[in-house]
């Protein structure tokens, strides 16, 4: 999925402008576009990444319109049309480019890992956790990240299998974190965010707020 989200990105700023979405709105992709940067692209993969991106879009755009298939079909069909999609995107790159690609992912991996950790010392911090809550915590952000590491590899499940079981996987972290925080701590976390977002945050796909 990297790989396809990624070379999308390269082709995706005019299209961001003319729907008028703000920067912010689209960060997750455009550090992919970046990524994409350091892959020193050709002109003519470039071309051919965007000729591949829009075949696949109306391709998308037509099995939409077809009113005559269940939605198990629907599924199935655009299924297939993501993996050969993200085949074709795959095929356009040397062998050098998709290691650079790959060494790019794990650098992403380590940051993300660092991050997570300074955020578990600060949530320490502010909310006062006891080293028993702490410890609590750390391990079931380690648990998690397996888990989602699981979902993210397992060549079985198609996209919206995947997205499904991640959002079940969001649903177990909240529980498993309102099992550990006292109720005092629960409120001025969410008060600590509220402040820092300017409002309640959304799960994307759900209506909940985090």
């Known amino acids: 999925m990297f790989v396809l989200s990624a070379v999308i ?21 455009h ?8 892959l020193n692209l050709t002109e003519e993969q470039k071309a051919k990444f965007k000729s591949q991106n829009e075949s696949f879009r109306k391709q998308m755009e037509e099995l939409k319109k077809n009113e005559n298939i269940t939605v198990k079909e629907w599924k199935s069909k ?7 999609h993200k085949a074709n995107m ?5 062998s050098d480019q998709k290691a650079q690609l790959e060494k790019i992912k794990a650098e992403g991996r380590a940051k993300q890992e660092g991050r997570m950790k300074e955020r578990g010392e600060r949530m320490k911090t502010q909310l006062g956790l006891t080293e028993e809550q702490s410890a609590k915590m750390q391990s079931q952000r380690k648990l998690s990240g397996e888990k989602m590491k699981a979902i993210r590899e397992n060549k079985s499940l198609t996209d919206e299998q995947k997205k499904e079981q991640m959002k079940d996987l969001y649903k177990e972290q909240k529980a498993g974190m309102e099992s ?7 409120k001025k976390l969410k008060e ?3 402040k820092k977002t300017g409002g309640d945050r959304k799960h994307p796909g759900t209506n909940k707020s985090i």
């Open 90 to 94: 795959g095929s356009i790159l040397t």
């Open 31 to 38: 550090h992919k576009g970046m990524d994409m940067k350091q």
């Open 9 to 29: 990105a390269v082709q995706a700023q005019d299209t961001r402008e003319s729907k008028g979405e703000k920067p912010g709105m689209e960060r997750k992709r």
């Open 180 to 186: 550990i925080l006292t109720e005092e701590q629960l």
């Open 192 to 194: 600590t965010r509220h």
């Open 78 to 84: 655009s299924e297939t049309l993501r993996k050969e």
